[in-house]
T-cell receptor, first 113, second 112 residues
């Protein structure tokens, strides 16, 4: 266990469904991130939150909606997804935006059918 | 735009056979270069941060080095448990730029 917990580990959803991914950290970090990892592609940064405020939205389609209610929890709300959105979604946290402090969760493997 | 290229894409070694993984980068104002290890079904696990050319870091059988254009991850006498995908990432730009730009990784397999 890394200190960053993601649920669920696996998710299969239809294109008309609405679902949410959850991320929780108890490391005392003040920044949280959503990354997308697709086969043969580099990790893509989706969203960054610092002290519960969104500081970066990396041109992500509106069918992905993040929420950060407090510094320990991060959600990714999903609706009307496309099959190409199937990927591993990784949550990470860090202190002061320093790369060495990035702690990743184990990810949610999402399949859109 | 920041770019990170890792090579080779995949590498198979016999147990005990030393080798190196390469990470070449093009960035404006490097703040740090990071190496992560990723096992199947898991998120990346932090290994090293390098900040300036000439810097080296070691951890068990792994040694990371940095030049102005590339980084190497040297693996000495690897064991099967070193099998994983190794990811390189860079952080660049001024403070407040939180983005890490990742390479596609090198999938390392150590054969007993």
């Amino acid at each position: 266990e890394t200190g960053v917990t993601q649920t669920p580990r696996h998710l299969v959803m239809g294109m008309t469904n609405k679902k949410s991914l959850k991320c929780e950290q108890h490391l005392g970090h003040n920044a949280m991130y959503w990354y997308k990892q697709s086969a043969k592609k580099p990790l893509e940064l989706m969203f960054v939150y610092s002290l519960e405020e969104r500081v970066e939205n990396n041109s992500v389609p509106s069918r992905f909606s993040p929420e950060c209610p407090n510094s320990s929890h991060l959600f990714l709300h999903l609706h009307t997804l496309q099959p190409e959105d199937s990927a591993l979604y990784l949550c990470a946290s860090s202190q002061d935006f320093r790369g060495y402090g990035y702690t990743f969760g184990s990810g949610t493997r999402l399949t859109v059918v | 735009e920041d770019q990170v290229t890792q090579s080779p894409e995949a590498l198979r070694l016999q147990e005990g056979e030393s080798s190196s993984l390469n990470c070449s980068y093009t960035v404006s104002g490097l703040r740090g270069l990071f190496w992560y290890r990723q096992d199947p079904g898991k998120g990346p696990e932090f290994l090293f941060t390098l900040y300036s050319a000439g810097e080296e870091k070691e951890k068990e059988r792994l040694k990371a080095t940095l030049t102005k254009k590339e980084s190497f991850l040297h693996i000495t006498a690897p064991k099967p448990e070193d099998s994983a995908t190794y990811l390189c990432a860079v952080q660049a730009g001024g403070f407040g730029n939180e983005k890490l730009t990742f390479g596609t990784g090198t999938r390392l397999t150590i054969i007993p």
